[in-house]
Nanobody
Framework: QVQLVESGGGLVQAGGSLRLSCAASGRTFYTMGWFRQAPGKEREFVAVITWLEPTYAGSVEGRFTISRDNAKNTVYLQMNSLKPEDAAVYYC???????????????????WGQGTQVTVSS
């Protein structure tokens, strides 16, 4: 059974940091991404990592870092200098196929975690 399980969300003050984790089981994903969805808004791309370089949304570049530990089949999202507008439910997503394409759209991902809430107080 293929499963993605996120953890690490919580409440943090503006300017603070959180690290999200996403543990995959059942398969090894070539592409793993983080998306977020705030109330009343569409799910948006945050960051993606393949076995090569990461890609970030402009709104988080320089503040967030995505990384992966292939031995643990886990991807991380280190979030620094958090802002109130970063508050959302954060979802981990995965694609299995090996490809040179970097996927930024939620519709391109086959597998999703249940989400973890990030709240940023001002």
């Amino acid at each position: 059974q293929v499963q993605l399980v996120e953890s690490g969300g919580g409440l943090v003050q503006a300017g603070g940091s959180l690290r999200l984790s996403c543990a995959a089981s059942g398969r090894t994903f070539y592409t793993m991404g983080w998306f977020r969805q705030a109330p009343g808004k569409e799910r948006e791309f945050v960051a993606v990592i393949t076995w090569l370089e990461p890609t970030y949304a402009g709104s988080v570049e320089g503040r967030f870092t995505i990384s992966r530990d292939n031995a643990k089949n886990t991807v991380y999202l280190q979030m620094n200098s958090l802002k109130p507008e970063d508050a959302a439910v954060y979802y981990c997503a995965g694609r299995l196929a090996i490809t040179n394409t970097i996927y930024l759209a939620a519709r391109d991902y086959n597998y999703w975690g249940q989400g973890t809430q990030v709240t940023v107080s001002s």
